[in-house]
Every structure is written in C-alpha cells, then in structure tokens.
C-alpha cells in the first residue's frame, strides 16, 4: 500500500505541477503565478521546519548529524545550481520583472535540451524526496508532495515559455515537461525499493528534502518576492502587501499539518 501512495503522490505532483503551469502559460493569469510563489515559500519554509528536521530527529537521527547533513545539503545544492545540474530559475516573460521584450527568447538561445536533461535530473531528486517522506509516514509524505507540486509550478511555468522560445511547439513542449516529469516516478520507485532496505538513511533523507526546501526558498523564492515589491516608481507595490500574508498562510497550512501529523 505504501508504495501505492508513493507512487501516486509522485504522479499526482507531476500532473498538477505540469499540466497548471500549461494551463497558466497559455493564459492571462501571471498574478496568480506570483501569489503562488508568496505560498509556495512558506509552505517550503514551513514543511521543512516544522515537519521534516524534526521527524528526522524522531525517527534516531543524531543531532550533530543532522545539523551536518543540512549544511551539506545547502551546500550543495548551491554547487550543483552552479554547476547547472539543477536549475531553479522562475523567471517568465511578462512577469513585472525589468526585462527586455524577448528576454526568454534569448536565453533560451542555447535550445532546450539541455533545459530538459537538468529538468529530468530535478524531477528525479524530487520523486526520492517523496519516497522518503512517506517511509517516514503517509501524511508526511502528502505535504512533502504537496509542498513540491506548489513549487514546481512556477519553474514548470518557466520551463514551458523557454521550450517555446527554443522552437517547441506548445503540444511538444507539453509533451517533453511531462516525459521529463517522470523522473519523478523513477526517483521515487528506485528510492522506495532502496529505503526498503536500507531504513538508516531516512532520517538523513528528510534532513536533506528539508535543505531541498529551505535553499530553494532562501535563495530563489523570497528574492523574487522582494525584486515584485518594488514598483516602477521606486516605492512598495501593491504586492508588496500581499506577499507576507500569503507566505504566512503557507507556513500556516505546514503548520497545521503537523498538529495532524503529530496527533497520529
């Protein structure tokens, strides 16, 4: 049963995170992108403090290596963004941001193949993340899934213009982010069977889903929410008020997620 879940928490993440932000790319809904990126960053924040670093220490990690475990895991991720193995850019034409008309279009310049190679790479990481979380337990793998979905979809977003600037039709550029997608089914399978087997690494898995969650927030999310708080004159936007309240309100949906989670 529990691979069951897994398996289709990995798929449902997919799908939603996929299949929406083609949904919003084709439409006039950019506002509604920028509101979910307030979301998603205290969902991230909040599923990754106050759900996963203490599970890990509930479930025998030792402190000192959890603490380790996360500043490598910071660390890492930053070296492997650099190194353009994993890529978290949520940037999309039209967004408020100062670019030039065509911006995407010229950085997509170098095609989109290589866009997919680090997106498959991505999606994988995330389908291990999700099998460790519901090793740990069901509930906790739902909102590590959710918390993953939120945040996929503005990347996706970013990722379907840059294939159409690349050349893709809208059908093929559908198609490749769904294929690419699947990694997240093949990460999540090949780390159920391993976890299956190996239960000592879950708590250090956790730890890292957590650095996951809190780089990304960290070091993408909330800078993007301060460069949307500016307006064209120099002062606060309207935005810039909206944005604590709804990153408030993703902390809040982690945090009452832990009450339940806990209360089992």
């Not at 740990?136 to 840059?162: C, K, M, R, S």
């Amino acid at each position: 049963m529990l691979l069951i879940y897994t398996v289709a928490a990995a798929t449902a993440a997919t799908l939603i995170s996929v299949l929406l932000a083609a949904a919003v790319s084709l439409g006039p809904l950019t506002r509604v992108v920028d509101r979910l990126v307030s979301f998603s960053a205290g969902m991230l924040l909040g599923t990754a403090l106050l759900h996963l670093l203490p599970e890990s220490v509930h479930l025998g990690g030792e402190i000192h290596g959890v603490s380790l475990a996360l500043l490598g895991g910071l660390v890492g991720f930053f070296v492997l963004e650099r190194l353009a193995i994993l890529r978290h850019n949520h940037h999309h034409e039209h967004d408020g941001h100062d670019h030039p008309h065509g911006h995407d279009a010229a950085s997509a310049g170098r095609g989109g193949w290589a866009l997919l190679i680090g997106s498959c790479i991505h999606a994988f990481a995330d389908g291990v993340l999700i099998a460790a979380a519901f090793h740990a337990g069901p509930l906790l793998g739902l909102l590590t899934a959710l918390a993953i979905a939120t945040h996929e979809v503005p990347q996706q977003i970013g990722n379907f213009l840059v294939l159409l600037n690349s050349g893709f039709t809208k059908s093929r550029a559908l198609l490749f982010n769904l294929l690419t997608g699947c990694g997240a089914l093949i990460g999540a399978l090949v780390a159920y069977f391993f976890l299956a087997q190996s239960a000592g690494w879950i708590p250090y898995l956790l730890v890292v889903a957590a650095a996951n969650f809190i780089y990304i927030a960290l070091s993408d999310l909330i800078p993007q929410l301060h460069a949307q708080a500016h307006g064209h004159h120099g002062g606060l936007s309207a935005a810039a008020w909206q944005q604590p309240a709804l990153m408030l309100l993703g902390i809040g949906v982690a945090g009452f997620a832990a009450n339940v989670l806990h209360g089992h």
